[in-house]
């Protein structure tokens, strides 16, 4: 089973940054992708980026130019740093990895506010 654990969420104003980590432990193999997602109150969640094994990184249209998907050197750790926040980035974020299977962290709240 793989476990997903993200940190970093909190308040923040408009035009501040945060940045997001999720850890990934358990039995993983032939990870395909790691990335997040998001779900603002009253609406479905969404795609904000994905970083494949192979090199592909892929962003939201609403978050190009501003949000950067990183992994660290084992792969395990995926990061998302969010620049030039807004208020309609707040939503609970949520880590994805896809392997053999789907898997989702428990989220963690962002809160863009002045």
């Known amino acids: 089973q793989v476990q997903l654990v993200e940190s970093g969420g909190g308040l923040v104003q408009p035009g501040g940054s945060l940045r997001l980590s999720c850890a990934a432990s358990g039995s993983m193999s032939s990870i395909n992708s790691m990335g997040w997602y998001r779900q603002a109150p009253g609406k479905q969640r969404e795609f904000v980026a994905r970083?494949?094994?192979?090199?592909?990184?892929e962003y939201a249209d609403s978050v190009k130019g501003r949000f950067t998907i990183s992994r660290d050197a084992l792969k395990t750790t995926v990061y998302l740093q969010m620049n030039n926040l807004k208020p309609e980035d707040t939503a609970v974020y949520y880590c994805n990895l896809v392997a053999t299977g789907n898997y989702w962290g428990r989220g963690t709240q962002v809160t863009v506010s002045s």
């Open positions: 970083t494949s094994t192979l090199g592909v990184i």
